[in-house]
């Protein structure tokens, strides 16, 4: 069955940086494009990145351009979120979602999250 | 990008009710719109996608409707189990958005 796990989460200081990772089963992971969404306390979804199916297309969250990079490992079917410069706005739970294609599509599965908390 | 304006952004019924939940984006989508389910503790689960096709094993008592700027979730009849917070997502564009969600509880 089609499985994403989210890991990475903690708590860290303002300024700092974080590693978030997601890692996939249960499906032909290079055919799907994975999104970063993610849900601060008491407000709704914010789509934060995505990147395509091959890798070579990538888009931000004005909210985190340049301070957060996305990327992929096809061969261990893993999405990385790599975070810098994080502020207490980036407090979160961070899921991975995959969609079949980045345009026009939709995210059909999605992991359980995990919780990136910044404070000092 | 894309706004998207839920209403209402909470809503109380009872079981058995009929509820309608609308979306409006801030320019037309054509009708790349899709709606998603939450429960506390829980992921987003898709519900309806390209406005109003039900995602596999979702309950037919579930539709969508709407194109360009407006759009509708209807639940036909409420079961216990659909007590829960709403959201639409725009897909026009590769800068998705999400409504600000609906929370939807018992009378």
């Known amino acids: 069955q089609v499985q994403l796990v989210e890991s990475g989460g903690g708590v860290v200081q303002p300024g700092r940086s974080l590693r978030l990772s997601c890692a996939a089963s249960g499906f032909t992971f290079r055919s799907y494009a994975i999104y970063w969404v993610r849900r601060a306390p008491g407000k709704g979804l914010e789509w934060v990145a995505v990147?395509?199916?091959?890798?070579?297309?990538?888009y931000y969250a004005d909210s985190v351009k340049g301070r957060f990079t996305i990327s992929r490992d096809d061969p261990k079917s893993t999405v990385s979120l790599q975070m810098s410069s994080l502020t207490t706005e980036d407090t979160a739970l961070y899921y991975c979602?995959?969609?079949?294609?980045?345009?026009?599509?939709?995210?059909?599965?999605w992991g359980q999250g995990t919780l990136v908390t910044v404070s000092s | 990008d894309i706004q998207m304006t839920q209403s209402p952004s909470s809503l109380s019924a009872s079981i058995g009710d009929r509820v309608t939940i609308t979306c409006r984006a801030s320019q037309s989508i054509s009708r790349y719109l899709n709606w998603y389910q939450q429960k506390p503790g829980n992921s987003p689960k898709l519900l309806i996608y390209a406005t109003y096709t039900l995602q596999s094993g979702v309950p037919s008592r579930f539709s969508g409707s709407g194109s360009g700027t407006d759009f509708t979730l209807t639940i036909s009849s409420l079961q216990p189990e659909d007590f829960a917070t709403y959201f639409c997502q725009q897909s026009y564009n590769t800068s998705i958005t999400f409504g600000q969600g609906t929370r939807l509880e018992i009378k």
């Open positions: 990147i395509s199916y091959d890798g070579n297309n990538k």
């Open positions: 979602a995959r969609a079949s294609t980045m345009v026009r599509g939709r995210l059909d599965y």
